[in-house]
C-alpha cells in the first residue's frame, strides 16, 4: 500500500448560493489553504478536515492500492495515471484537491495497549 499524497489546488466561494444559503460574511473554507499538503495512509491525516476526509477517502484508498494505474473511470475523467482531483462536500465553498499515489509505502503506525 503506497501512501496518496493530497494537495489543497484551491478554495472556492459560490457567492451567489452563499448569498442565498450562507451565513452573513460566509468567506471560503477556512480549515484548509492552496497549496497545503498532507501524507494520507490508513487514516485522515492530522489537520485535515473530517469532512474532506468523508468525500475523499475512497480515492485515497483507491489510490494507494494501486487502482489508478490505468486511468480512472475507463480513461474518461482524468488523463494521468495515478492522480484524481476531487472536492469536499461543502456545497458553499468547497475545496478542490488532487490526490496522487507516491513510491513511498505506507506503515502502520499502530502500538497495542494492554
Known amino acids: 500500500m503506497k501512501k496518496v499524497k493530497i ?5 472556492t466561494l459560490d ?8 451565513v452573513k ?3 471560503a473554507c477556512p480549515m484548509m489553504e ?3 499538503v498532507f501524507y494520507a495512509d490508513y487514516a485522515k491525516p492530522d489537520g485535515f478536515c473530517d469532512e474532506a476526509w468523508k468525500a475523499v477517502y475512497q480515492y485515497v484508498f483507491a489510490l494507494a492500492h494501486g487502482c489508478g494505474k490505468e486511468l480512472f473511470y475507463y480513461g474518461d475523467w ?5 492522480v484524481a482531483i476531487c472536492s469536499c462536500n461543502d456545497g458553499l ?3 478542490i484537491m488532487k490526490l496522487e499515489a ?13
Open 7 to 11: 494537495t489543497i489546488l484551491k478554495t
Open 25 to 27: 460574511d460566509l468567506t
Open 78 to 82: 482524468i488523463d494521468k495515471p495515478n
Open 102 to 114: 507516491v513510491d513511498e509505502e505506507a506503515k502502520i503506525n499502530y502500538t497495542p495497549t494492554r
Open 93 to 95: 465553498r468547497p475545496v
Open 15 to 22: 457567492a451567489e448560493l452563499a448569498k442565498e444559503y450562507g
Open 34 to 36: 492552496k497549496g497545503q
